[in-house]
């Protein structure tokens, strides 16, 4: 899917909102509202294709919960209603486009290292129910690495009860790369071991970001490694549903990294196919911003 101008600015802010902010969004196909639950720019990862700048400080460091739920029912009522699309920023939104597709807890961090997580999902699906939008969405944008705690395990419960997907983060084959992109002290074995364990209880999404480093794709061995993690899920009994293969769309605090051209991402998601029999979809780039 070839990214839209709208595709390529998501601003964490809308309004006067702090904490939630609608997005068309490129993999959803349609308006997302974003839920920053890291208002602080904290995060456990600090990848090199973040378009975060986690070098200046956040004027909001905490999330106020009552606000947060307030702007979730104003935000989710005016994509709803179409009044959304009367607003500059989403005026040229093509009709195609014009739907509300999910509530997608993501922002400047990872959800999951929110110490609530768990009410914050219950909290929300309320929020959801009240507007009676059962067919949205709540999809979780997460890096997997706190899947193995239990308020994080109560939260994908939620989920699973409400129309929720989730969607892993898994962009490396080698503990190597994933040092390299994802720059976390966090054991790559822990991502793919989490990964695993939820994937044998509810259906993921593999969300896979890959680009080019200092000029440079990702090796062909990498991308043979990847497909054995993917396999590895698989064989244990894990269910992914989809994987989506995309490359850089935004600018990136690095200036080292690019997008990947549209028939390299192509070139991957037939690898994936080709060597995992799972269904990959392509998410293509902009090389200008």
Known sequence: MNPLPLHTQHSR?????????????RRSGGVSIGVNLNPDKVCNFDCVYCQVDRTTRSETRFVE????????RWSLRLAASGELFDHPRFRDVPPALRRLNDIAFSGDGEPTTYRNFDQLMTLAAGVKRELALDDVKMVLITNASMF???VVQRGLEVLDQNNGEVWAKLEAGTPEYFKQIDRTTIPFQRIVDNITAAAQTRPLVIQSL??????????AAELEAFCDRLNE?????????LVQVYTVARKP????VGPLEDAEVDAIVG????????TAEPYYGVGTW
């Open 13 to 25: 802010s809308f309004e006067t909102s702090r904490f939630v902010y609608p997005v068309l969004s």
């Open 271 to 278: 690898l994936v196919h080709a060597r995992t029999g799972l």
């Open 253 to 256: 605090t690095e200036s080292y």
């Open 148 to 150: 193995h705690r239990p």
């Open 210 to 219: 890959f680009m080019r480093v200092a000029g440079e794709a990702p090796p």
């Open 65 to 72: 919960t009552d606000d947060l739920l307030g702007e979730l």
């Open 233 to 241: 899920i698989t064989a244990a009994g894990g269910r992914l549903r």
